[in-house]
């Protein structure tokens, strides 16, 4: 059981719990997920099973997409829906309208590209050696250091009253919690995150993803829903090997150029197929060689 299941995430469960419970229902030990989601977010997430566990790393920088709803009105101490009103949270001073629609998008604008993004408090980011959500709940100050962030697409889909309507097309490492709070800020009305639904993390969408409540009812039977390990990473150049590179591949030796079926890429990495057709490595090159850097059989 080697290979990748998209999980259609229902919000409440952790993706921690989404991992456990998958784990129980397939009867498979070794489950893993490529990025996680916040609780309260649905949507996309990519679980690694078996052997598949260990190319969890050439995922871990994919760009990921969000269809969000950010309220207007009220910050919260975690940014989203799940927290408690902040103290400096407040309505546009003077008790003024909400801003409007070119209001919004105005100050969406600098929000695009390359940008600088502090992580929320509540977060997973370690400071000082102390994961941030810990130090926030221990009423501690806490000011996680901004990140260099990219988003890609940054659309209004829509606005209704104090509802925005976002989809975000960013960098790993983006939060967006974070954005719809520093967009309350930049209204000066204080906003948080509502919902939020990922609709896509790198190379897989809600097409693949299927519900959790179907994999746990299905039990072993979801096997069959597996993205084999052998399709995964198809961006990635390949070659096929002889039946002696085979071999010195799955032990982990470099593989010759006689080896190999075809030029060596001119890329960071290669996948390295036996003669059947079966993944056995991923590598990266060398001088007239590849040096298998993660083995899979």
């Known amino acids: 059981m080697n290979g990748a299941l998209v999980i259609d995430k229902p919000s409440g469960p952790s993706s921690h719990d989404v991992v456990a419970r998958v784990r129980r229902a397939l009867a498979v030990k070794r489950v893993?997920?490529?990025?996680?989601?916040?609780?309260?977010?649905?949507?996309?997430?990519?679980?690694?099973?078996?052997?598949?566990?260990?190319?969890?790393?050439?995922?871990?920088?994919?760009?990921?997409?969000?269809?969000?709803?950010?309220?207007?009105?009220?910050?919260?101490?975690?940014?989203?829906?799940?927290?408690?009103?902040?103290?400096?949270?407040?309505?546009?001073p003077g008790g003024s309208a909400m801003p409007d629609e070119a209001a919004i998008a105005n100050a969406l604008a600098p929000f695009r590209g390359v940008i600088q993004q502090a992580p929320p408090a509540f977060s997973a980011k370690w400071i000082g050696g102390v994961r941030a959500y810990d130090l926030a709940r221990r009423?501690?100050?806490?000011?996680?250091?901004?990140?260099s962030v990219t988003v890609h697409a940054l659309d209004l889909l829509g606005v209704d009253g104090t509802a925005v309507d976002v989809r975000v097309v960013c960098s790993a490492g983006f939060y967006v919690r974070s954005?719809?709070?520093?967009?309350?800020?930049?209204?000066?009305?204080?906003?948080?995150?509502?919902?939020?639904?990922?609709?896509?993390?790198?190379?897989?969408?809600?097409d693949q993803a299927v519900p959790l409540a179907t994999v746990e009812a299905e039990g072993f039977g979801a096997a069959a829903r597996l993205i084999s390990i052998e399709s995964l990473l198809p961006e990635v150049p390949s070659l096929t090997l002889s039946e002696r590179g085979a071999r010195r591949a799955a032990h982990g030796?470099?593989?010759?150029?006689?080896?190999?079926?075809?030029?060596?890429?001119?890329?960071?990495?290669?996948?390295?197929?036996?003669?059947?057709?079966?993944?056995?490595?991923?590598?990266?090159?060398?001088?007239?060689?590849?040096?298998?850097?993660?083995?899979?059989?």
């Open 32 to 92: 893993g997920h490529t990025g996680t989601l916040d609780p309260m977010a649905t949507g996309v997430l990519p679980l690694l099973l078996g052997q598949a566990t260990r190319l969890a790393r050439f995922f871990a920088a994919s760009e990921k997409a969000y269809d969000t709803r950010i309220r207007l009105g009220l910050a919260t101490d975690t940014f989203d829906a799940t927290g408690e009103p902040a103290p400096q949270a407040g309505r546009v």
């Open 179 to 206: 954005l719809a709070h520093d967009l309350g800020v930049s209204l000066g009305c204080g906003a948080h995150l509502e919902s939020i639904r990922r609709t896509r993390s790198g190379p897989f969408t809600l």
């Open 253 to 297: 030796n470099a593989v010759m150029a006689s080896d190999v079926a075809g030029p060596i890429p001119d890329a960071p990495f290669t996948r390295l197929f036996d003669g059947r057709g079966a993944l056995i490595a991923i590598a990266e090159p060398g001088i007239g060689v590849l040096h298998p850097v993660v083995v899979l059989r």
């Open 139 to 147: 009423q501690a100050p806490v000011e996680p250091a901004p990140v």
